[in-house]
């Protein structure tokens, strides 16, 4: 197995004056399609001695990447010795803040005793070359929450794998998502976890622009990996056996499937295996933008607020500013047809409808407004519905139900 990182290491000293200036060049390449949230290490100790007497890295340094793709790069690091004279060890490692690995490189050299005393008061110095540092700068991530790719390849697979997944050993299985949509997330969390097989799900096929859209950012994806595959079928019919997936997905999908999603969860519930996970955020209708008509105006709640002929000529004649859509061209008619299908759910009834199958909640949380304006036309609506923006659920299938239908659950 090829490693996915290379590092090289430039100017190791032999001798060193006490009070001289240790400068290093570190070159980092990243073999992988992209390695996420890495992280370079230095320490200094005395030879044979395991306490680190200098210990520095590059978030230390102000430097942070989410993820950096396939290429070389270059960092500067400088330090003043401060040390007395001695044989020392300089070990060079690069991880993450999850993993510190051992040493990549070790290296032994001396310090000689200097004319006059150093101050200890001597803060480590990282910089990158001003190559890397323009090739750093395109990356999408340097926009934060304001570039679409971002918010799907980081923000949401981080949500997804680091916070209500919590990096479960399940992930290492066969992950199912339904509803993938433009796959970007699946992708990140793919390459984040080397899964034994991602299925994602949708009726639409953009994940076949995959590869132009991961390119278009940074990311130099020439085919899909092998072991993520795509299947264009509605998820309320899952091609797959009973307890076929170690954990299934859903993001934003469920309030898109026509007609209602009970068959979609029932699916999910018998292709999950026991003690499988399932994590699912709803769209909410009632939420400030619960229209998924955002693009058209920023009006909180104005799918509740206005005649819905209003609403239509807004949507057939206005010009969408592209949000959250990877850059895919949807013509209004279809924003309107989408607006249309939505299943208009609540949260206390969606939980409710998940305790039903005899799931264990992991984890859960609400993000909510802290004020909710209202107009005449929104009192009859609970301050709950209106409120709560969005609904993450961590559920568990009980190992010991198998895959019975939820017909033959026992309900709560």
Not at 24 to 38: E, H, K
Not at 87 to 92: P, S, W
Not at 395 to 407: D, F, N, T, Y
Request: one cysteine or more; proline letters at 7%; a negative charge.
């Amino acid at each position: 197995m090829i490693p996915p990182v290379s590092l090289t290491v430039g100017g190791l000293p032999h001798t060193c004056i006490q009070g001289e200036t240790l400068s290093l060049t570190l070159r980092f390449s990243v073999t992988n399609l992209c390695v996420f949230d890495p992280v370079l290490r230095i320490f200094i100790r005395r030879r044979g001695e395991t306490a680190h007497l200098l210990s520095a890295d590059t978030h230390q340094g102000g430097l942070f990447f989410p993820w950096l793709p396939r290429g070389d790069y270059s960092f500067n690091y400088s330090h003043r010795l401060p040390f007395p004279e001695g044989d020392y060890e300089l070990g060079i490692a690069w991880g993450s803040p999850r993993e510190i690995r051992d040493p990549d490189i070790v290296h032994t050299f001396c310090i000689l005793a200097g004319a006059s005393e150093v101050s200890a008061e001597n803060p480590s110095h990282w910089k990158m070359s001003e190559e890397t540092r323009l090739r750093v700068e395109k990356l999408s991530w340097q926009a934060g929450m304001k570039n679409w790719f971002h918010r799907h390849f980081c923000h949401a697979a981080c949500v997804i794998g680091e916070t209500f997944l919590a990096h479960s050993p399940l992930l290492k299985g066969r992950i199912l998502d339904i509803g993938g949509g433009d796959g970007v997330t699946d992708l990140s969390l793919f390459l984040r976890y080397r899964p034994q097989q991602l299925v994602v799900m949708d009726i639409v096929d953009y994940i076949a622009e995959l590869p132009r859209v991961a390119t278009e950012n940074g990311l130099p994806l020439e085919r899909l990996p092998d072991n993520f595959v795509f299947v264009r079928q509605s998820c309320e019919s899952v091609p797959y056996p009973d307890a076929s997936f170690d954990v299934v997905l859903s993001w934003g999908s469920v309030e898109h499937i026509v007609g209602g999603y009970k068959k979609a969860l029932d699916e999910v519930w018998r292709v999950l295996k026991p003690g499988g996970l399932f994590f699912v955020n709803p769209g909410l209708y009632y939420s400030s933008y619960g229209s998924h008509l955002g693009e058209f105006s920023d009006e909180p709640h104005l799918h509740l607020k206005i005649p819905e002929e209003e609403l239509r000529a807004l949507v057939m004649s206005g010009r969408p500013r592209l949000m959250d859509r990877a850059g895919f061209d949807v013509s209004n008619a279809e924003y309107w047809r989408f607006y249309k299908e939505l299943n208009r759910i609540k949260v206390a009834e969606f939980e409710a409808e998940l305790k039903a199958y005899g799931y264990t909640i992991i984890r859960a949380a609400l993000r909510v407004n802290d004020v909710v304006e209202y107009s005449p036309e929104l009192q009859h609506y609970s301050v709950l519905d209106l409120a709560i923006e969005d609904a993450f659920f961590t559920l568990q299938k009980p190992a010991g139900l198998g895959s019975l239908p939820a017909s033959c659950l026992p309900r709560h």
